[in-house]
């Protein structure tokens, strides 16, 4: 384990943006002592944390003397060059580019539909039921899969995970959703590339233990 | 004028992700030459396009000899690394994360609520008219431009621009959302940090020069 320069990660154990956060910390061998805000209570309201993140959102990692640091893929940039060991990039600017694109077609394009507070919006201005806001995450989250499918498929590049041999960005966001999709009942089989990459990063320990069952309040 | 290394950029006028790429592109000097797609024809849907990027989305960027590079945040990143001069992000790890949370909140928590796409999906799915879709796209603008200012005008870091007194990925991102507000008539006064750095990044030809009306198929 490398030292953890006293890390805290502001976490929610079913926050998709922070699995992504914890699968990164634990890859590159560090520690951060998680403060879990029930977001379902609406912690991430209270002053105190609003004080810290005005957006009232999580994942939020704080190092001893330094800002606070919002947004996961910000988070995730951040500790890459902070910490370079295990790199989370390939070196060579295309692949980089290639990596960051494939992760923004899954936080941008794709979890930014599916979070508390725009299911709270359908819900509350459109009237959108249980039942539709599933369609709603589905059809949303089968969009983002097939989008990533139809990259990595056909893609010299894309090797034992999304970009080569080496876990990148792209296969932390892609796990993220593939476990969503998964819990939502999606079959998986009409995205084979996808479902085998997901299923070598679970083999990995790092991913294990960021699964948001193990996580500080989960049911 | 750099050397434009015969960069082309697949754009849409209207795009607030191509403008970004553009508004990059003029600040590092570069040239690319523009291959207009009709979004509203559907020409993103193109065998040939798809081809390019099978999301069927703009901006694509495509250098020589090299795979297209896709996602407007993941081009900016690339110009960055390849184009060192003229930078987009500070020196130092932690303003670069700073900067990256604030134009996230944009390209990720914002604009992705705005695109055609979902617009589409809420017309056909849930009846929403066009006073609807109205509604939904301000209340998801006028939410990023509150945590925006929030998160700038308490902070010692802001300066001229988002970050000190260098244009940043967070300002190119900032002017792109403040652009569709102030289309959508929003009173942009109650943001009064925004709107004094929206104007500083107006005043700039790199700027201006992006400015969707001044593109290639505009109205």
């Given at each position: 384990m490398a030292d953890d320069a006293g890390l805290q990660l502001y976490?929610?154990?079913?926050?998709?943006?922070?699995?992504?956060?914890?699968?990164?910390?634990?890859?590159?061998?560090?520690?951060?002592?998680?403060?879990?805000?029930n977001?379902?209570?609406?912690?991430?309201?209270?002053?105190?944390?609003?004080?810290?993140n005005p957006e009232g959102a999580v994942p939020a990692l704080v190092e001893p003397g330094h800002p606070p640091i919002t947004q996961s893929m910000a988070i995730l940039e951040y500790l890459e060059e902070a910490y370079p060991q295990a790199p989370l990039l390939p070196a060579d600017p295309h692949g980089r580019a290639r990596v960051r694109s494939l992760a923004a077609v899954i936080v941008s394009d794709t979890h930014p539909l599916m979070v508390p507070r725009v299911r709270a919006y359908l819900n509350e201005h459109a009237g959108f039921d249980e039942a539709a806001l599933r369609d709603w995450s589905i059809h949303w989250g089968v969009r983002g899969l097939a989008v990533i499918e139809a990259r990595l498929a056909r893609d010299a590049a894309t090797g034992v995970y999304c970009?080569?041999?080496?876990?990148?960005?792209?296969?932390?966001?892609?796990?993220?959703?593939?476990?969503?999709?998964?819990?939502?009942?999606?079959?998986?089989?009409?995205?084979?590339?996808?479902?085998?990459?997901?299923?070598?990063?679970?083999?990995?320990?790092?991913?294990?233990?960021?699964?948001?069952?193990?996580?500080?309040?989960?049911?």
């Open positions: 976490g929610f154990w079913r926050s998709m943006a922070a699995y992504r956060v914890r699968v990164a910390l634990n890859l590159k061998g560090l520690k951060a002592s998680e403060i879990a805000l977001l379902d209570a609406g912690e991430q309201f209270a002053p105190e944390y609003l004080a810290l970009h080569g041999d080496q876990v990148t960005f792209a296969d932390i966001c892609l796990t993220n959703l593939g476990m969503a999709m998964r819990a939502a009942k999606i079959d998986m089989s009409a995205y084979p590339t996808v479902a085998r990459i997901i299923a070598a990063c679970e083999q990995l320990e790092a991913f294990q233990r960021a699964n948001p069952r193990l996580q500080l309040g989960a049911p």
